[in-house]
């Protein structure tokens, strides 16, 4: 069987391979911090550490290059650690074990990582790479992408030399990419109290589970289903028809992943158990049925469960119900500029309790600042009319295109000369940080491109094999193509 060392081009996927075995899940990036710049200097290349957590590694010119305008290689360090119900692994300790299968390359029941790693073994590659043509290159491997883009956040004007920034994370092999919205987190708290179990109740488990999930920007539109919305449901008709209660929720796990599963631990009048078993039974049917393109593996079901010790006070629960199932969700607003671009979209991401608190998170984008500024204050309107405490938080610029950006034509027709056909030229409806790191420095002429991921931030992510391939081929062409600094001559 083909694994993973024997694909090509090797000096790629070898990379990809040493990442797999190093855990990085965001906010846990020591030990791929410290490979990167072990890798750097091993390699003699002169390697920065940042207070922020990013490596900077610079590699000089090729002879004969050193008057080409510098170019800035741009990958981020973490991925989104998100496994399947029943898998035994710890992103924190475990490396990521990889299946080629039918052209791509996927993990067993996680992540991949591919996102981005792939961008960071493409970089790697050339640091190390001795026969490769290019001007002056820096890699930055940011931190904490996917959890706040820290890294990028935390950039210092100055540090930077190159003139051109590449950004390795995009996920369409044939599209170069050169806008991204912004994005800002939602935070709404409610405190509860905690009152006894009425007696006479029974204690039940429910479950949303099957859902595809995947990354809240790139497959917001595609009509998947949510499990907070899905299980808001169930327990909305259990309150209002069967005096159901709930003694704690715990649904989604990350802001930039459509939540693909909901647990609640409930308590209902032994006297209304069978009443909501059969209900609940026919919102399922209805709500399978509507979700039955996208989410043939859905699953809701009641399973038994002990009596809780508690349950939350019925007025906040009531109020959280009510706020969930009016917060919008999904596409907002599809751009007039670019055909078939979300401009705006909500992530209705984390509902958790404990501790004395529901907290419900999400994570606004937007291609258009204020659109995405309205949105925040229209959610944050409506669960403060249901009592929460709200904090918006994290807010980052979106990358404005420029189609008449230099580096753009550059890779429009080395693409053309390489594969002969030109390539789809988009914005992106997901975080780049190219948005936060050209607020640092607005001079620089950045673009995005990689190889061709699905189903990113889920545990069906996969990349193909091939795309692989002629993203690397684009990447060394091009770098052979960027011409020389303004007013300077061979």
Known sequence: MTGILQLLPGEVWNNFHSLTRIPRPSGHEENIRAFIAGFGRNLGLETIVDPAGNVIIRKPATPGMENRVGVILQAHLDMVPQKNSGTTHDFKHDPIETIVEGGWLRACGTTLGADNGLGVAAAMAVLASNGLPHGPVEALFTSNEEAGMTGARGLQPGVLQGGILMNLDSEDECVLFIGCAGGLDGTMTFSYGEKPVPSGYTGLRIEVTGLKGGHSGMDIHLGRGNANKIMNRILHEGYARHGLRLASIDGGSLRNAIPRESFAHIALPDSMKERFLDGMAVLAGRIKAELSATEPDLRIEARPAGLPASVIDETVFERMLKAVHACPNGVMRMSCEMD??????????????????????????????????????????????????????????????????????????????????????????????????????????????????????????????ASAGRFWELLVATLAAVPEKPGLSS
Request: aromatic share 6%.
């Open 340 to 465: 078939g671009l979300v401009e705006t979209s909500n992530n209705l991401a984390i509902v958790r309790s404990g501790r004395g608190a529901v907290v419900v998170e999400c994570l606004l984008r937007s291609s258009v600042d204020s659109a995405r500024e309205d949105l925040g204050i229209m959610i944050g309107s409506l669960f403060g009319l249901a009592g929460a405490s709200t904090l918006f938080d994290g807010g980052y610029p979106g990358w404005k295109p420029n189609p008449d950006s230099p580096i753009l034509k550059i890779m429009q027709e080395t693409y053309s000369m390489k594969f002969g056909t030109l390539p789809e030229v988009r914005a992106v409806h997901a975080g780049l940080e190219c948005g936060i790191i050209g607020g640092a420095y607005p001079s620089l002429d950045m673009i995005s491109f990689g190889p061709t991921i699905r189903h990113p931030h889920s545990p069906d992510e996969k990349v193909e094999i």
